[in-house]
């Protein structure tokens, strides 16, 4: 069992998602709005931006979900027995993001919970920095590059919303060329 993260959409190699599970991670806001969306009853999403990078790699990928600490819980129960998952973290402008990181480690910490994985270096950093800061996530991500610049242009109720933890069932996953839930 093999969890790897991957720091940015532009990192992908095809042969790190091959015929593996893909978790791809745009905490602040492109995955917490597409689970925002199919909670409030949208029956498709055609994927943009850092998230289109990602999926573009289905070809190779097993099946491709989107994850954001709104469905955490969630995207872990539905992936928590497959053998080799592969976690995306989009990053912003092509560097990496600490809001996607942190809830990579998260989604880790979830995992190994119930059975002991072997994780790549980057999915042990993200790992370590979600377990030292998981009772106070808003006080780390809020000094991060991405969250800064959301604030000051006025959308600090996204970013409220976007770190909070486990409050949607929904989990997107990528079929046919769009975003569906999971059934």
Do not use: W
Not at 42 to 64: F, G, R, T, W
Not at 137 to 147: A, D, G, K
Request: charged content about 20%; some cysteine; hydrophobic content about 40%.
């Amino acid at each position: 069992m093999n969890i790897t993260v991957i720091p940015t959409a532009k990192d992908i190699n095809e042969s790190d998602i091959k015929d593996k599970i893909v978790l791809v991670i745009d905490v602040l806001r492109a995955t917490s709005t597409i689970v925002t969306a199919l909670d409030n009853g949208a029956k498709k999403i055609l994927p943009v931006l850092n998230v289109q990078e990602a999926i573009d790699y289905k070809k190779s990928a097993k099946k491709i979900i989107l994850l954001s600490f709104l469905n955490l819980n969630s995207a872990s129960k539905i992936v928590e027995y497959e053998e080799d998952i592969v976690i995306v973290c989009a990053g912003t402008n092509d560097c990496f993001s600490i809001d996607d990181g942190v809830c990579a480690g998260a989604l880790i910490y979830n995992l190994r919970k119930n059975n002991m994985r072997k994780v790549n270096d980057m999915g042990l950093a993200c790992l370590t920095l979600y377990e030292n800061t998981r009772h106070n996530l808003h006080n780390l991500i809020s000094q991060c590059h991405h969250y800064k610049i959301l604030e000051n242009i006025g959308c600090q109720s996204d970013l409220e919303y976007c770190l909070k933890q486990n409050i949607l069932n929904i989990v997107p996953i990528y079929k046919d060329g769009y975003i569906i839930k999971y059934q």
